[in-house]
């Protein structure tokens, strides 16, 4: 069965930095839209970013634009999120979700249409 399992999440003063991991099992990665989505206390789960199984295609949430990068190394099954310039709003735990792509470019901010989750990371950004 597919697995993804996150990593990388801690404490952190605002400014700094963090790279999370997310390793995939069970699946041919290569065939998979990869995203990042967060969710804070009380509130909804977010999109953050996401990565077309070719890597040719990203697409992110504006509030993290120009700060959070999404990458992914197929050989690896894993997928990337560094996160730079981190503010206390970003504090959430971060999940990292996969599903069976239809193209080489596709990427989706659709929490319904990621099939596949995983357990999750806290990040949490002290001011």
């Known amino acids: 069965q597919v697995q993804l399992v996150e990593s990388g999440g801690e404490l952190v003063q605002a400014g700094g930095s963090l790279r999370l991991s997310c390793a995939a099992s069970?699946?041919?990665?290569?065939?998979?839209?990869m995203g990042w989505f967060r969710q804070a206390p009380g509130k909804k789960r977010e999109f953050v970013a996401s990565i077309s199984w070719s890597a040719g295609s990203t697409l992110y949430q504006d509030s993290v634009k120009g700060r959070f990068t999404i990458s992914r190394d197929n050989a690896k099954n894993t997928v990337y999120l560094q996160m730079n310039s981190l503010k206390p709003e970003d504090t959430a735990v971060y999940y990292c979700?996969?599903?069976?792509?239809?193209?080489?470019?596709?990427?989706?901010?659709?929490?319904?249409?990621?099939?596949?989750w995983g357990q999750g990371t806290q990040v949490t950004v002290s001011s």
């Open positions: 979700a996969a599903n069976f792509s239809p193209s080489s470019r596709y990427v989706s901010p659709r929490v319904e249409e990621y099939r596949h």
């Open positions: 069970g699946l041919t990665f290569s065939d998979y839209v």
